[in-house]
């Protein structure tokens, strides 16, 4: 049972635009959000984090948007540079319990 | 801050013999530890929590013969393939939490090790 989900494998986007990567949950028992963004052979490095309590947490080019009635969140990156190209994880936590990650999205600014 | 590391980076192995990863908290200390696994193109999957002091907690499906893990210290983890088999190839990447229960739940992840078992 995939409680996180990544619907599109890949995305790409021209550079200078806006990428917007999603994600769907289904265990409303989750309350803390994550996306990480992964090179090849690389461990995941952390991007940006939203609490259950909030619909938006912003960080630079970086903001998360998360919709609890519809179990969604999304990451907005605006504007998309080439260094953006990688492989972004989206996850999720009940309180101070292990991460459960999505399948990932590969992303592909285009120059 | 919030570095990990992990040694070694990339590693070989003949099958039957067994591996160690080490994953280390640089600057901060980690009372919990966590390894995934990473099959190509697909998402990283936990094996098992590590809490400095004691037992880990494995995901169902880990071998915990095979895969033994120790959290002996605060910033130290470390898992162990044994007798490695070519079917353990594959990318370990170990994580750790920073902050006090209820405070963070942010994981700070290493850079990985590559197994590769002939």
């Known amino acids: 049972d995939q409680q996180v989900k990544q619907n599109s494998p890949s995305l790409s986007v021209q550079e200078g635009r806006i990428s917007i990567l999603n994600c769907d949950y289904t265990?409303?028992?989750?309350?803390?959000f994550l996306w990480y963004k992964k090179y090849p052979a690389e461990g995941p490095t952390f991007l940006i984090s939203?609490?259950?309590?909030?619909d938006k947490n912003e960080d630079g080019r970086f903001t998360v948007f998360l919709n609890k009635s519809a179990k969604h969140l999304s990451l907005h990156i605006v504007p998309s540079q080439p260094g953006d190209s990688a492989v972004y994880f989206c996850?999720?936590?009940?309180?101070?319990?292990?991460?459960?990650f999505g399948t990932g999205t590969r992303l592909t600014i285009i120059p | 801050g919030a570095v990990v590391s992990q040694h070694p980076s990339w590693v070989i192995c003949k099958s039957g013999t067994s591996v160690k990863i080490e994953c280390r908290s640089l600057?901060?200390?980690?009372?919990?530890m966590f390894w995934y696994r990473q099959f190509p193109k697909q998402s990283l999957m936990l094996m098992a929590t590590?809490?400095?002091?004691?037992?880990?907690?494995?995901e169902q499906g880990v071998e915990k013969d095979k895969f033994l893990i120790n959290h002996a210290s605060l910033t130290l983890s470390t898992l162990t393939v044994t007798s490695a088999h070519p079917e353990d190839s594959s990318f370990y990447i170990c994580?750790?939490?920073?902050?006090?229960?209820?405070?963070?739940?942010?994981?700070?992840f290493g850079p990985g090790t590559r197994l590769t078992v002939t």
């Open positions: 939203i609490s259950s309590i909030k």
């Open positions: 590590s809490n400095e002091g004691s037992k880990a907690t494995y």
């Open positions: 996850a999720a936590s009940p309180m101070n319990e292990k991460l459960t």
């Open positions: 994580s750790a939490r920073v902050g006090a229960s209820g405070v963070s739940y942010e994981q700070y």
């Open positions: 265990n409303s028992m989750f309350d803390y």
């Open positions: 600057d901060f200390q980690a009372t919990t």
